[in-house]
């Protein structure tokens, strides 16, 4: 192994051997995507599912057999660490491998497989690091299963625990532990991991939008992963038969709410990029051709990367639906269920990715997060950054999800790099 250098005499990748692991990458890739294939097109790996659980063991064995240090704990997370000679804490790379119903093959398991295809080839290229390197596999992100999201990242991090989130029921009523504790995991499975926590966690995933595409961009440099708001408005009118009230006696909820819809959109485009504000989900009562609406529910999702801009927004459009409420003579209440502050990444690794993607030759992009990830749980216990490849036309969480496996390779360049600065050359917890 070379000793510890300035970042700018060291070679870049051996073209052979990244050829050799970039292969390895996609057959992972393409061996999850075939041990969980669904019925109705693309991949189901809910949570605790058998075909999560032969993702998972696969993967334990995979790393395993090729000299990592494999371990689960009792949420199901899987850790595969590449040993280092010094006390530094270690550093982890990866995302979660759990996915929606009938999901795509590469969101998650991108930046699972690229974490431990970029170990073993540092392994192989460089021998044991200073730092040690985890790759991880997380339980649950998605939150397809349960009604909780980020169970993996949350559990590694103490964000949550069984207390909080095992009582939690799927479809069928059967709970998080109990689920948990069918697939050989939970509080007293006796699975531990004695892996140190993290100075700091990078995650390769793919952009989940169409920004890089359009923009014939190769990397996305994640800057921050937006803060978000999600908001239950209801505006209460008054039902009446559609023959009998003339137009202007109504107090039509539909009609107030369609002019309300209308704002939050011209609100949003004069914020400007990157606040984005989404009515996703639109309900009416009663819902019958022949009467006058009384009560119409829509859900509101606003999101930026500024928390002063997005509270601002959420103030203003609050206020205005308010207003328009009063034209109609209808009453508006809001309900705010969901707050999530935006998470920042590490400014030295932003500034160290820019600097990898241009002695690498690679065009690249600083962007925000529009989607959240694990990067923002782990952002509560340690430093994080993110690196984003292509989706075709922007599409996920779809079986027609696809980035190329030359953009791949590109993202991995760039996640290898990145963990050869802090693994390898010498970057301590103060840098990082």
């Known amino acids: 192994m070379p000793d510890s250098a300035d970042i700018t005499s060291m070679p870049l990748l051996q073209d052979e051997a990244f050829e050799a692991y970039s292969t390895l ?6 061996d999850l995507e075939e041990m969980s294939a669904s019925e109705a097109g693309g991949c189901t790996r809910l949570l605790y599912s058998p075909a999560w659980l032969r993702a998972q063991h696969h993967l334990a064995a995979f790393m395993q057999e090729r000299g990592l240090g494999v371990s689960f704990d009792e949420a199901g997370n899987l850790y595969g660490c590449l040993q280092g000679t010094g006390n530094d804490a270690p550093l982890y790379t990866g995302s979660h491998i759990d996915t929606v119903q009938s999901g795509g093959k590469f969101d998650g398991a991108l930046g699972v497989a690229a974490g431990i295809a970029a170990l073993l080839y540092l392994k192989e290229t460089y021998g044991e690091p200073s730092r040690s390197l985890v790759a991880l596999s997380l339980s649950e992100e998605e939150g397809s299963r349960f009604p909780f999201a980020f169970w993996g990242s949350r559990s590694v991090t103490g964000l949550s625990s069984w207390a909080a989130a095992g009582g939690l029921k799927d479809a069928e009523g059967i709970t998080l532990q109990q689920a948990a504790e069918a697939a050989g995991f939970g509080p007293d499975s006796g699975h531990t991991s004695e892996i140190q926590a993290p100075a700091g966690y990078v995650e390769l995933h793919i952009e989940q939008g169409s920004v890089l595409e359009r923009t014939n961009t190769s990397i996305g440099v994640v800057t921050g992963i937006v803060g978000q708001k999600r908001i239950d408005i209801t505006v209460q009118g ?3 038969h ?22 939050i959109r011209k609100l949003a485009i004069t914020y400007g990029d990157p606040l984005v504000a989404t009515v996703g989900n639109v309900e009416v009562f009663p819902g019958a051709v022949n009467v006058v609406p009384g009560t119409v529910e829509f859900t509101l999702d606003i999101r930026h990367t500024d928390q002063v801009i997005l509270n601002e927004f959420t103030e203003l459009i609050l206020q205005r639906i308010h207003t328009i409420a009063d034209s109609y003579e209808l009453i508006a209440s809001s309900e705010e269920h969901l ?9 030295a690794w932003v500034e160290n990715t820019v600097e990898i993607c241009e002695r690498l030759g690679l065009s690249y992009r600083k962007m925000p997060s529009g989607a959240g990830h694990d990067a923002q749980i782990f952002a509560s216990i340690c430093d994080v ?6 989706s075709k036309d922007g599409i996920s969480h779809n079986p027609l999800e696809y980035t190329s496996r030359e953009q791949i390779d590109q993202g991995f360049k760039v996640l290898i ?16």
């Open 25 to 30: 990458l996609h057959k992972l890739l393409d």
């Open 339 to 347: 707050s999530v502050e935006p998470t920042p990444m590490n400014p």
């Open 385 to 390: 950054a993110m690196i984003f490849v292509p």
């Open 242 to 263: 559609a023959g009998t009230t003339p137009m202007s006696y109504r107090k039509d909820a539909l009609a107030g709410a369609a002019e309300m819809i209308s704002e």
């Open 417 to 432: 790099e990145l963990l050869h600065q802090y693994g390898y050359r010498g970057k301590t917890d103060e840098e990082i």
């Open 238 to 240: 008054e039902a009446n």
